[in-house]
């Protein structure tokens, strides 16, 4: 049975830094794509950081950009996102998801992608 399970969250000071982590059971990670998403509360879900499959480069949207990275540990077929610098607006519910993909390049565009964790809460706060 393919499954995304997350990890990680919790709640953290303005300026902290938290783990994420994504776990895959079913399926090997290492011809997938790997995005992280987030929907903030009130807001539609964005995509936020992503990384291509086998040793393609990461991305992340400006919003996280120099604060978030999202690296993977194929050993362990997982991947994480680790957040720093945390601000109250990146509050929300983070979500890992997978994409079937040869590209090199990685997308943010959760449509195209295939498998979703239930998602880990996030809460930025003083």
């Known amino acids: 049975q393919v499954r995304l399970v997350e990890s990680g969250g919790g709640q953290v000071q303005p300026g902290g830094s938290l783990r994420l982590s994504c776990g895959a059971s079913?399926?090997?990670?290492?011809?997938?794509?790997i995005g992280w998403f987030r929907r903030a509360p009130g807001k539609e879900r964005d995509g936020i950081s992503c990384i291509g499959s086998g040793n393609g480069p990461s991305f992340s949207e400006e919003s996280v950009s120099g604060r978030f990275t999202v690296f993977r540990d194929n050993a362990k077929n997982m991947t994480h996102l680790q957040m720093n610098s945390l601000k109250p607006e990146d509050t929300g519910i983070y979500y890992c998801?997978?994409?079937?993909?040869?590209?090199?390049?990685?997308?943010?565009?959760?449509?195209?992608?295939?498998?979703w964790g239930q998602g880990t809460q996030v809460v930025v706060s003083p």
């Open positions: 998801a997978a994409r079937y993909s040869p590209d090199y390049v990685c997308v943010t565009n959760g449509d195209l992608y295939d498998y």
């Open positions: 079913g399926f090997s990670l290492d011809y997938y794509e």
